[in-house]
């Protein structure tokens, strides 16, 4: 007899706490003939507004059902950065929420105003954004439930949540003397054949160098000028002279006497 009342004791506890922790912690076993599909934006960006996530249960059942949605996000990044809202044609759905590590769980308090049956569907919505500053991959996985809290179906989607990227400002370039040019640095180690044979640099000529080598070049032109010009016209005078000393040679030759003289008269 007293093992029959402890046993008995035993059990209204065990039920008492089942009775506790059913509302909390649904049954987790999928029906057959059930199907949900999920659709999830690709990506969140922190401080953005925010995007929709939607999942939608099919039947194959002859039995219609009324459906209780649970959707459970598992992300690296705080909790308390994560805000999700439950809407309906209505507008907000209540819910309530609970934490467990890197694992938020959101439950509908009230069941769907739909009703899933053969040919219809039933639809929950969820309106999701995050405060930031974090970043990281987001799982969002939805579970359907009926009014005895058996699970019908599960479906999940996976999505990037970009975070604040701040850019390090750009630093700011050094200021150079007035009228010098800074030439960058040359490697110690260079093994290019950058040098003489005799191991010194080669320095290119800097803008200066030419514009002095430009300089002395124009003012090199006007007295090389000045010199051939002297020397074309004492070309000329030579070759004036020269024809006219020819010329008179020429005259000369022909005033000269044939080389016959006449014989003197007799007496």
């Not at 070049?217 to 005078?237: D, H």
């Not at 000369?252 to 016959?260: C, D, H, S, V, Y």
Request: glycine share 8%; aromatic share 4%.
């Amino acid at each position: 007899m007293r093992h029959r009342i402890t046993a008995l004791a035993g059990a209204v506890v065990a039920g008492a706490v089942l009775h506790v922790l059913a509302p909390a912690t649904p049954a987790a076993a999928e029906v057959p003939g059930f199907d949900v599909r999920v659709t999830a934006p690709d990506r969140f960006t922190v401080t953005r507004p925010a995007q929709t996530l939607t999942a939608v249960v099919t039947s194959e059942s002859r039995q219609c059902r009324k459906v209780r949605w649970v959707l459970v996000v598992r992300t690296p990044v705080d909790a308390e950065q994560l805000r999700v809202t439950r809407v309906e044609e209505a507008g907000e759905f209540d819910t309530s929420t609970s934490t467990d590590g890197d694992t938020t769980t959101i439950i509908d308090e009230d069941l769907d105003p739909g009703t899933l049956c053969r040919g219809r569907t039933v639809t929950g919505r969820w309106q999701i954004s995050f405060d930031g500053p974090d970043g990281g991959d987001v799982r969002f996985e939805a579970r359907a439930f009926d009014q005895q809290e058996i699970l019908l179906t599960t479906a999940a989607a996976t999505a990037e949540i970009r975070g604040e990227r701040t850019a390090d400002p750009s630093p700011e370039p050094s200021e150079s003397p007035a009228g010098e040019d800074e030439e960058p640095a040359e490697d110690a180690g260079d093994d290019g054949n950058d040098g003489n044979d005799d191991g010194t640099a080669i320095v290119p000529p800097t803008d200066d160098t030419a514009t002095a080598l430009v300089a002395d070049q124009t003012s090199l032109l006007g007295p090389g000028l000045i010199v051939g010009g002297i020397c074309v016209f004492l070309g000329v005078l030579l070759l004036i002279r020269l024809r006219t000393r020819a010329k008179v040679a020429q005259i000369e030759e022909q005033a000269l006497p044939t080389g016959f003289y006449r014989m003197p008269p007799r007496r």
